[in-house]
């Protein structure tokens, strides 16, 4: 028995006597909707489920309920499209009601920082810009680590407001640096898959920088490959982004299946090379990867970057192929603002 709940949830009764029946069952609808969405040119649909095993003395609403929870742990990678009520966390999960309830009031309060990770010129002699990354400094004064909400908030759509956020406050720090009569440099913000779709984002980020009388030119978008693949709607957005002068910066390329096809479809600016990838250097098939996809790269007129330098022998070899900038803890790790600020102060070319 199948019902559609709301958009595109489904409530879904199936009898099977056992585990392995009931997968293969729904491994076959799930083949069935993505043949369907192919048919009809839907792309990227990827059905998900949380599965509970009713018991005979449970209500349906009770096991419906539980299955609802279970299809929150449905992981984004599309590793795995199921979960059991019986495998799911529970502390986890009730660590993630406490994030998630605290949200809003953690904007409110202003818990969400901006941390700055310079990015070097490959000779190490300048700073050429940062990438701004989220900190939540809680009340009690701890530090939560991106990884453990962002990919949370990923799922209930809170990230696009985390978002905002984030670009709000570079633009009115880099105002504050201008004002001051730094010499700015470029700082790059994150923008998750589920901010894209927003139809109006590019408005609303143009709004910001007006606001703030900033040039398009100080800000720049990261976004990673999983967000553009085979999304016209989303290609569109960059390309107005990049219309307005923000630049685009396409990050973690080298993770999961990355596509050589998107090098070539014109869609952003700077190719930033994942530390998986740099972590290979030293070995011969990692070093001859990295050599062509640097060189690929760059005769396609992309700017490079590699992203978790760690050591001077990635940093030589990095330097060897010409890769144009250089992120990692081998030079400095994110930092505050302020840190950040007297960094930027020991570089001669500072003050405008
Ligand atoms: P990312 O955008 O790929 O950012 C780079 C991550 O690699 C950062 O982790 C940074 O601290 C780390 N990293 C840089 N250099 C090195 C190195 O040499 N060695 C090692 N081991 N790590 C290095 P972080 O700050 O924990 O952020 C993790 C991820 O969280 C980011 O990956 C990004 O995907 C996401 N994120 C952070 N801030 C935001 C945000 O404001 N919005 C969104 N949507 N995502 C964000
Ligand atoms: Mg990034
Ligand atoms: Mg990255």
Not at 80 to 86: G, N, T
Not at 240 to 256: A, C, N, P, S
Not at 261 to 270: E, G, K, N
């Amino acid at each position: 028995m199948i019902r559609r709940v709301r958009e595109d949830h489904f409530a879904l009764f199936v009898t099977e006597n056992n585990e392995e029946a009931f997968l293969n069952r729904m491994e076959d609808v799930s083949y069935k909707i993505h043949e369907l969405a192919r048919r009809i040119q839907m792309p990227g649909v990827y059905p998900h489920y949380g599965v509970y095993w009713l018991k005979e003395s449970e209500s349906v609403e009770d096991g419906f309920s539980k299955a609802r929870i279970a299809e929150n742990f449905v992981s984004s990678d599309h590793a795995k499209h199921y979960v059991f009520y019986s495998e799911i966390d529970h502390n986890e999960m009730y660590e993630n009601e406490k994030l998630e309830e605290r949200f809003e009031e953690a904007i409110a309060n202003k818990e969400f920082e901006v941390w700055y990770q310079p990015k070097y010129s490959a000779n190490g002699t300048d700073i050429v810009g940062s990438e701004a990354l989220v900190r939540w400094r809680s009340t009690d004064g701890s530090m939560i680590s991106p990884g453990r909400f962002i990919p949370l908030f990923e799922k209930n759509g809170m990230i696009a407001k985390l978002d905002e956020y984030m670009f709000r406050s570079v633009c009115s720090q880099q105002v504050e640096w201008q004002q001051q009569g730094f010499h700015i440099r470029q700082v790059s913000v994150n923008l998750s898959r589920a901010s894209l779709y927003y139809s109006d984002i590019v408005e609303r980020y143009e709004n910001i920088l007006k606001e703030y009388r900033l040039e398009a030119k100080y800000i720049q978008i990261e976004v990673t490959e999983s967000a553009m693949e085979g999304k016209a709607d989303i290609l569109k957005v960059l390309g107005q982004f990049r219309h307005m002068g923000v630049h685009i910066l396409m990050d973690d390329f080298g993770t999961g299946y990355s596509s050589l096809a998107i090098l070539s479809m014109r869609c952003f600016d700077t190719l930033k090379l994942d530390k998986s990838l740099i972590d290979q250097i030293g070995e011969e098939n990692g070093e001859t990867l990295l050599y062509h996809v640097i060189s690929m790269g760059q005769q396609l007129g992309l700017h490079i970057t590699a992203e978790g330098v760690e050591n001077t022998m990635q940093l030589k070899y990095l330097q060897k192929l010409n890769c144009d900038d250089i992120q990692g803890f081998l030079f400095a790790r994110p930092m505050p603002a302020s840190d950040y600020e007297n960094l930027m102060c020991s570089f001669v070319s500072n003050l405008t």
